[in-house]
């Protein structure tokens, strides 16, 4: 098989992986190679002059002895198969690269002979990248979560982020649909790559400065909707990931029915909002101040599809509104529907000055139409039931950024 044929085959196959973004690694040319990386993200995003930097995404090989029921790459599939060469891998990625077509490097696999096997390979390429052709830009490195650990420091030392999917959001479901697998291994190959981490930072404020390992962190992925796990579920499993072993994403995937399922999984695909409303859900609980049990409720353990997870929380909690924007903590400021942080940041500033009105609001671009009900401005104090009865005409899919 052709490497063009290859390369069809395996860039399809790892479209399932959201996984890929990056964002931190930051990685200068050492004169003797090609590329560089910064701290810009990559894979299909934009940087600040407007460029659209993008990464080569694929697998090594679609050939899998597991079984993952949700895996259309799975041993018991009949998808076309094919592998890369180590060789392959490097030349294209180079070849790709001088004809800024990409600007890095996402390689995953499926698990061929043995993880510790397949592992092997994935760190060749990006020892041969960084050491025999000098190449600096961004690689991201999929890890095998039952690899050994110098299998995982090595990836760690080559690649910018080295990620382990958790798959699935409990034990249980993971029991399930992908028995060849386990939540405890798969804790514990991300904990060894948090301690790679967390010792080269505490080398680098040292006078040792030790190698790179993992400058762009960790991340990990979850299918959402392939059972009948709750959201709150979901987020409790994200949340304490962050905590523990603080990843710089959770990312997650809505399910999608593969060519010949098992009877176990939908037959629907999971709906897209869903996983809209979990990235939103997640963005608090980094960034907001939010709890999980904030978000969800055990009357109410999945997100409202019709609204945003704020607004949501906003209007179950009447008491806590409206907002005086003149004299409000930051702390209640980003809870309130409608403001983002850099619109709250702005905010702050500006009512130093003099007290805001809405015409000031507008001009500080806050999302009048969602945050109204919530607010007490200059010249604006909304009517004793607004949250409430104005939650209707909030309830409506949304396209949120705050």
């Known amino acids: 098989m052709d490497v063009a044929r290859k390369l069809a085959i395996l ?6 992986d959201a996984s890929c973004a990056s964002s931190g690694a930051k990685r200068a040319g ?19 002059d407007g460029r659209c930097v993008s990464l080569l995404k694929i697998l090594l090989t679609n050939v899998c002895i597991y079984d993952c029921l949700y895996c259309v790459n799975r041993i018991s599939s009949d998808t076309p198969r094919a592998r890369f060469t180590v060789d392959e891998v490097v030349t294209m990625t180079l070849d790709f690269y001088r004809r800024n077509y990409i600007e890095g490097l996402f390689l995953s696999s499926g698990v061929m002979q043995t993880p510790d096997y397949t592992m092997e390979q994935l760190v060749e390429v990006a020892r041969r990248l960084r050491e025999t052709h000098h190449f600096g830009g961004y690689i991201h490195v999929k890890a095998m979560p039952d690899a050994s650990p110098l299998l995982l420091a090595a990836a760690g030392r080559y690649a910018d982020r080295v990620s382990v999917n958790i798959e699935l959001p409990t034990p249980a479901d993971l029991h399930r649909l992908a028995p060849d697998k386990s939540q405890p291994a798969i804790i514990g190959a991300m904990s060894r790559l948090k301690d790679g981490i967390d010792e080269a930072r505490a080398s680098k404020r040292s006078r040792y400065q030790p190698p790179v390992f993992a400058p762009a962190g960790q991340s990990t992925q979850m299918i959402v909707g392939a059972t009948e796990t709750t959201d709150s579920s979901i987020l409790a499993t994200a949340s304490a990931l962050y905590t523990t072993q603080r990843l710089r994403r959770v990312y997650y995937s809505a399910y999608s029915p593969i060519p010949e399922s098992d009877p ?20 608090l609980l980094r960034f907001y101040g939010f709890r999980v049990d904030e978000l969800t409720t055990s009357e109410e353990p999945n997100l409202d599809m019709r609204v945003d997870p704020k607004t ?9 509104f409206p907002v005086d924007i003149n004299s409000a903590p930051r702390e209640m400021l980003l809870r309130t529907p409608g403001l983002g942080q850099r619109c709250v940041d702005r905010l702050l500033r500006a009512r130093r000055l003099h007290r805001l009105s809405l015409e000031d609001l507008r001009k500080l671009r806050v999302r009048l139409g969602l945050s109204k009900p919530f607010i007490v401005a200059a010249d604006w104090r909304p009517s004793a039931t607004a949250t409430t009865v104005g939650a209707p005409a909030l309830h409506q899919p949304l396209l949120w950024s705050a």
């Open 312 to 320: 949501a929380w906003a209007v179950r909690h009447p008491e806590q």
């Open 30 to 48: 050492n004169g003797k190679g090609i590329g560089h990386s910064t701290g810009n993200g990559i894979c299909h995003s934009y940087t600040p």
């Open 11 to 16: 860039a399809d196959a790892a479209k399932y």
């Open 264 to 283: 176990f999984l939908p037959a629907k695909p999971a709906p897209l909002v869903r996983e809209h409303r979990l990235y939103q859900a997640d963005w």
